[in-house]
Structures are given as structure tokens and as C-alpha cells.
């Protein structure tokens, strides 16, 4: 029978996915078995948060119902969820790795209390991403320039190469879980007896002991240094986007790949010049003869000085396309252009002849 996942939850078919983490939350608290509710109602408002707290099971349930998570007599299976590495669960008692905790409960560790599964992973961990801002004046951006910039990160131990040992160190198979990286214990939860296998704490979960930790960087493979770094900015870069260099970001430990580092772009705004794209808008002011009878002026562009054929008759407000004017485009797809907005200046304050006159001309 097919469970209504929306009912249990209390939200609707349309619910977006905070409001489902927050019917989730409040009901989790209502029924959690610790305060004196019920352990039925708490596991299967758990299985429906597993399902709708993500996007894509949530989709599939919509399509085919819980039928979908291969609902066992017993409980879940979780192994039904299907290419997401949860094959460690089986009925009954379950059996899982720590290391996959931090994804599934990932929402709601502090009522598991299983918070901190991910650390001592087996695995050694890819160095973490870096945020950084990179100020640029307007020029800069749209040709293109070339900075420095100068930041502190986690970089790999030149001392031990990364590996954490002291050279000459020994380094041998743990004892404590004969290389395994792993040991097993049971928790008592309220979902049952679960097996847990965590990093094993006499190594760490390396699975190898080292005789002696490289003295630089205290058996990490990863020290804290200033470093200085070139950076090419793209011609056409515009405010608010981001550059990633790859790989420029902290190292990983023991040998693991460094991460990205993302600058994102603050461009300054220019006094003359409006960016819009890869347009330019700019804005002249033309006299009232100017405008009525034409001429040409000067116009400043990003690319140095033109001049504008003003045509008789010009209007206040008539914008002018001057092509090809504006900032070039990023991976060279072409360039945009420029347009100047004319605003005709209309003289106040004239003297009595200077109004006859204008009276006499009729127009
Ligand atoms: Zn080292
Ligand atoms: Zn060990």
C-alpha cells in the first residue's frame, strides 16, 4: 500500500523544500520518542522526510508513489534508493558506515546526536574551497588585466611530501584494526540496534601507523602559508561574477587534491561610463542649436574619442548606436557596442529680446 508522504509531513503536494524541512522539524520534535512520543509515528515521518527532503526522490515519489522505495514488510529498505551508496543498510538491524551518516541525516544530526560522522573519514579529505573578492576598476574588467593577489592557505607539507611522516619514519599496518581503517560498535537508537562501523582512533582511520609524525606539520601533510598568486582576468568580466582557478584552493590531506579557489568579481563603477552586458550606455547633453540645426561632437568611448553626427532635428531622448564600441566579450564571442543618450539642454532665463526673437522665428 502506498504511503501519502505529504500527509504524514502535513504539507501539501506544492510545499517547497523549506517548507518540508520545517513540517519535518517541528513534527520530528512532536513525536520524538525521547520526549514521550511515539517511535512509529517517528520512523515513518523519517521515511517521508528521506523521500520529499530531496529533490530527487522527491520527484521520482511523485511520479510512482512510495511503491518507488521498495517498501519491505519490516521497514524500509533502504538499499532500494538506488545508486546513492546506501547499500550498507539491510532490514532489521541496520548496518551502516559512518562515513554515509553525514548524507542522509545530513538535516538533522542533532537529534541522532550523530553529529561530526564525517570526521576521521577513511578517505583523506580534498582540500576545501576558497571565497575570495578581487576588486577591479572598470577598465580592468572590460580589457582584461593580470593581478596579484596575496592570501593565506593550507598547502602541502614540503617537509613529508604530504604524507605526514617524518622522513625516515617507519610506517606500519595498524594494529588496532590490522589495516582496516575501521571498527565496529553498536548503538542503541530508536530506530534500533544499529551497527556502526567508525574510523578506528588508534590511526585515524589510515588503516597505518607512522613511527614518528613529520614535525612541520604535526602528521597532517598540510601546513598554513602566505601565498602569492598571478591571476589573468578575462576581458569582458563584469561585476558580481566569478573566476574559479582550479586547484588553487586549500591542499588536501595526505596527498588528496586541493581544492578551487573562486574570486568573485567587484567591478567599481565609472563616472562616465554605464556597463549593461557588454554594452556601454553613456549620455551627452547637446545645446538647443545643436539639436535643431545638427553637428558633430565629441564622444567619449571606451576605446578613446569619436566623433557623433548630431542630425537636425534631434530630439531629446534620441539614443545613438555606435557599433562594435563596447566591452569585448568573454571567450572572444564578438563585442558589444555602445549607446549615447542625447538630452537637449533648453536655455531658461532669456532677455526680452531674445524671446521676441524666438517669438519671431514662428516655430
Ligand atoms: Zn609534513
Ligand atoms: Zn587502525
New binding site residues.
Given amino acids: 500500500m502506498s504511503k501519502d508522504y505529504y500527509d504524514i509531513l502535513g504539507v501539501s503536494k506544492t510545499a517547497s523544500a523549506d517548507e518540508i524541512k520545517t513540517a519535518f522539524r517541528k513534527k520530528a520534535h512532536e513525536h520524538h520518542p525521547d520526549k514521550g512520543g511515539n517511535a512509529e509515528k517517528f520512523k515513518e515521518l523519517n521515511e517521508a522526510y528521506q523521500v520529499l527532503g530531496n529533490t530527487e526522490k522527491r520527484q521520482r515519489y511523485d511520479q510512482f508513489g512510495s511503491a518507488a522505495f521498495n517498501q519491505g514488510g519490516g521497514g524500509a529498505n533502504w538499499g532500494g534508493f538506488g545508486g546513492q551508496g546506501f547499500g550498507g543498510f539491510q532490514n532489521g538491524n541496520m548496518n551502516f558506515d559512518m562515513d554515509d551518516l553525514g548524507d542522509i541525516f545530513g538535516g538533522f544530526g542533532d537529534i541522532f546526536g550523530f553529529g561530526g560522522g564525517r570526521q576521521g573519514a577513511k578517505r583523506a579529505a580534498r582540500g576545501r574551497d576558497m571565497e575570495m573578492n578581487l576588486n577591479l576598476d572598470f577598465m580592468a574588467a572590460a580589457f582584461g588585466t593580470e593581478k596579484e593577489i596575496s592570501f593565506a592557505k593550507n598547502m602541502v607539507c614540503g617537509h613529508c611530501q604530504g604524507n605526514g611522516a617524518e622522513p625516515g619514519a617507519k610506517i606500519e599496518t595498524?594494529?588496532?584494526?590490522?589495516?582496516?581503517?575501521?571498527?565496529a560498535s553498536v548503538q542503541r537508537t530508536i530506530l534500533g540496534n544499529i551497527q556502526t562501523q567508525s574510523?578506528?582512533?588508534?590511526?585515524?582511520?589510515?588503516?597505518?601507523?607512522i613511527s614518528q609524525k613529520c614535525t612541520k606539520c604535526g602528521g597532517t601533510g598540510v601546513y598554513r602559508d602566505q601565498v602569492k598568486i598571478k591571476v589573468r582576468v578575462p576581458a569582458g568580466i563584469n561585476d558580481g561574477e566569478s573566476i574559479r582557478l582550479s586547484g588553487q584552493g586549500e591542499a588536501g590531506q595526505k596527498g588528496a587534491s586541493a581544492g578551487d579557489l573562486y574570486l568573485r568579481i567587484n567591478v567599481a563603477p565609472h563616472k562616465k561610463f554605464k556597463r549593461e552586458g557588454y554594452d556601454i550606455k553613456t549620455e551627452e547633453t547637446i545645446s538647443i542649436q545643436q539639436a535643431i540645426l545638427g553637428d558633430k561632437i565629441d564622444v567619449e568611448t571606451i576605446h578613446g574619442a569619436l566623433k557623433l553626427k548630431i542630425p537636425e532635428g534631434t530630439q531629446s531622448g534620441t539614443i545613438f548606436k555606435l557599433r562594435d564600441k563596447g566591452v569585448t566579450k568573454l571567450h572572444n564571442r564578438g563585442i558589444g557596442d555602445q549607446y549615447v543618450k542625447i538630452s537637449v539642454k533648453i536655455p531658461s532665463g532669456l532677455n526680452k529680446k531674445q524671446k521676441t526673437l524666438l517669438e519671431e522665428l514662428g516655430i
Fill in positions: 595498524c594494529g588496532h584494526c590490522h589495516g582496516t581503517g575501521r571498527v574510523p578506528c582512533p588508534s590511526c585515524g582511520g589510515e588503516g597505518k601507523t
